[in-house]
């Protein structure tokens, strides 16, 4: 427990850094929404959701993040256990460009923030998409503000919810998510 609260803290806190207080001021990221889908304001307090896992993406850092309703199912065996999330999970994932600590060089922590990634349960909304809809916020840290993700990017966003969707149909029986959680 101890090590999670710890590893949070860090995160926010390197979040908070890599945003910058004028970054903050430039954009308020709730009134972002990829269009026809999913907005920001929908996961207002992401930021003090508990860490599921982390990841290293290609060159990017990552920390995966659930909300309650989804943390208590990951804790009941899900996905693993064959059963679905229920409807009101709802997880993020941000992405950070890394750098080698200046202190400790053989560590790799988060530097700039690229991007945060959004997944919500909501069978009746997104019933075309296996119950879960998806939006990609890319950061801009010259303008401290988020845009929606586009086909343009790697891997490319239909800028929509169901923009994950393609991505995750090969974990289709785990009921779309990639993650495992992190046993503490």
């Not at 101890?2 to 945003?19: F, G, K, N």
């Not at 779309?176 to 992190?182: K, Q, R």
Request: charged share 20%.
């Amino acid at each position: 427990m101890q090590s999670t609260r710890m590893w949070t803290i860090a995160i926010v806190a390197a979040l908070a850094s890599a945003l910058g207080g004028t970054a903050m001021s430039a954009q308020d990221k709730y009134t972002v929404k990829v269009p026809g889908g999913l907005g920001f304001a929908e996961f207002r307090g992401y930021e003090d959701w508990r860490v599921v896992s982390i990841s290293h993406n290609g060159d990017l850092l990552a920390v995966i993040l659930a909300n309650p309703v989804m943390l208590a199912a990951y804790r009941a065996g899900v996905p693993g256990n064959g059963k679905p999330f229920p409807d009101g999970s709802r997880m993020a994932k941000i992405h950070w460009n890394p750098k080698k600590l200046e202190t400790f060089p053989t560590a790799t922590v988060p530097a700039t923030l690229h991007d945060v990634d959004f997944m919500v349960k909501d069978s009746k909304r997104f019933a075309d998409s296996g119950g879960w809809g998806w939006a990609v916020f890319k950061y801009e840290a010259a303008s401290g503000t988020f845009t929606p993700g586009t086909t343009a990017d790697m891997p490319p966003q239909g800028n929509d919810a169901k923009c994950g969707f393609a991505c995750h149909t090969v974990v289709k029986m785990r009921d779309y998510v990639f993650t495992d959680y992190g046993r503490r």
